[in-house]
């Protein structure tokens, strides 16, 4: 058959079932939404809790730091198994049980008095989070082919952007109108009211997910031997990809993928952990205030995270698209560093596009790695990559947490994030030499 009667032919497989995958979408993506959004307000609420714990619990910057970063040890010894185990027992009790560990435990947050019990609950927080994003990022290949996939991964992964859209006005409504009632801090009331939720819908999952394509019986027989086929049309244009999870660690792809998501992961944690304290540092005192900047600022990142999805899935350049977003958190953040004690209003704006830069870049990330690794070996090097790369995470909140507290200002350590954002966007330009031409 000629090129153009197999463009013709995929095209028509894709609209015919184009309806299909609109339909599974409907029911896997909202509540993967929602769940993503509640584990951003409850990983990142320590942020906002701050603003009033730190001086309850006489905590210094270090302490703070270092108990935000901790979360991603967690992450990291967790996560590669938590994923394996998903492809072998299914999304459906994988999932169900990251969320209600995660839900406990922030709700435990609110007994934290020491600096040790505070170490302990954000190390736990991640251990049990482990393995959703990377677990939902496989989850969902099973149902989307390649050409769909970044539309679908940037319409989930814009739950980020959403949970501060969500998170930061309803923190600073928690902190300001329930402080010292019934006894209980805001802070303390911001850990329980946003952990419960998650306990609830990890419950609910048990008994709405589907594992996979042939036990999905709200489809008819129909729709899954036609999504099955265009699924299998997907694999075999993808060619031969690494399968076995062992030939991958030795891939030097996977870490090249590895070193660069650490570099993205330094933006989006700081970005995410210390966006409330640089708004407060330019000048905004009010916390409910801080929360809807947070919000707006959250809201643009939404947007370019769901729109450089369909724009990668229309013109297939999410390398291009994911070094434009890195390069513009780069400026960011060195605006927000230049201009942190000298106009507030330039420093928000800088936040803004420096959350929307930093969280715009991931959805079409994943795009690259999920190209060139398939079976074991996706499960594994997508949990690899997500769990090393995390170790940013760790890095970004205590390396600015021991700079604030050893100069009180933090405008040098967002220099130096600005710079390792910038060193992402040079690496993910290198990685075009590992993709046939055009492929991205």
């Known amino acids: 058959m000629s090129s153009v009667a197999d463009c013709a032919a995929v095209t028509g497989a894709a609209d015919h079932v184009g309806p299909i995958y609109r339909k599974i979408a409907v029911r896997l993506i909202p509540i993967l939404m929602l769940l993503w959004v509640l584990a951003w307000i409850d990983r990142v609420n320590v942020s906002f809790a701050k603003l009033q714990m730190m001086d309850e619990l006489g905590f210094s910057d ?7 970063g901790i979360f991603y040890i967690g992450y990291l010894l967790f996560e590669v198994p938590s994923n394996l185990l998903l492809q072998k027992i299914g999304a459906r009790g994988t999932i169900a049980r990251i969320a209600i560990g995660w839900g406990i435990t922030c709700t435990l947050m609110a007994l934290v008095a ?3 019990t505070f170490y302990v609950l954000r190390f736990s927080l991640g251990a049990f989070e482990a393995g959703f994003f990377p677990g939902v990022i496989l989850y969902l290949t099973l149902w989307f082919p390649s050409d769909r996939r970044a539309k679908v991964f940037g319409i989930f992964m814009s739950s980020v952007a959403l949970s501060g859209v969500i998170g930061g006005p309803l923190a600073g409504l928690i902190m300001s109108v329930l402080h010292t009632h019934l006894t209980l801090s805001g802070w303390q009331w911001l850990f329980i009211i946003e952990g419960v939720p998650t306990i609830l819908i990890g419950i609910f999952c048990l008994f709405y997910l589907t594992n996979r394509l042939e036990e999905a019986h709200w489809l008819s027989p129909e729709e899954r031997a036609a999504v099955a086929a265009d699924l299998k049309r997907d694999r075999d244009l993808l060619g031969s990809r690494e399968n076995a999870f062992g030939s991958v660690l030795r ?4 870490w090249a993928f590895t070193s660069i998501y650490f570099c993205v ?11 409330p304290t640089v708004i407060r540092e330019a000048g905004i005192a009010d916390i409910s205030a801080i929360g809807w900047i947070v919000s707006g600022a959250s809201l643009l990142g939404s947007a370019c995270m769901i729109l450089n999805g369909f724009i990668a899935d229309r013109t297939k350049r999410p390398l291009i698209l994911c070094v434009l977003s890195l390069v513009a ?23 803004a596009f420096a959350l929307a830069g930093a969280y715009g870049a991931i959805p079409v990330f994943w795009q690259m790695p999920n190209r060139l690794f ?11 990559i997500n769990s090393f790369g995390n170790l940013g995470g760790f890095l970004a909140p205590y390396g600015l947490g021991m700079t604030a507290s050893q100069t009180g200002d933090i405008s040098g350590g967002l220099m130096a994030v600005s710079l390792v954002t910038l060193i992402a966007a040079l690496g993910v330009a290198v990685t075009r030499r590992f993709f046939t031409p055009g492929a991205v």
Request: charged fraction near 5%; include cysteine.
């Open 329 to 351: 958190a780069s400026v960011a953040l060195c605006t927000m560093a230049i201009f942190l004690h000298s106009s507030a209003r330039i420093t928000i704006v800088a936040f």
């Open 251 to 254: 891939d030097r792809r996977l």
């Open 114 to 116: 020491t600096p040790a």
């Open 265 to 275: 992961i330094v933006a989006n944690a700081t970005v995410a952990f210390w966006g």
């Open 62 to 68: 270090a302490v703070y730091g270092l108990g935000a």
């Open 374 to 384: 398939a079976g074991a070996a996706a499960a594994g090097g997508i949990a690899v």
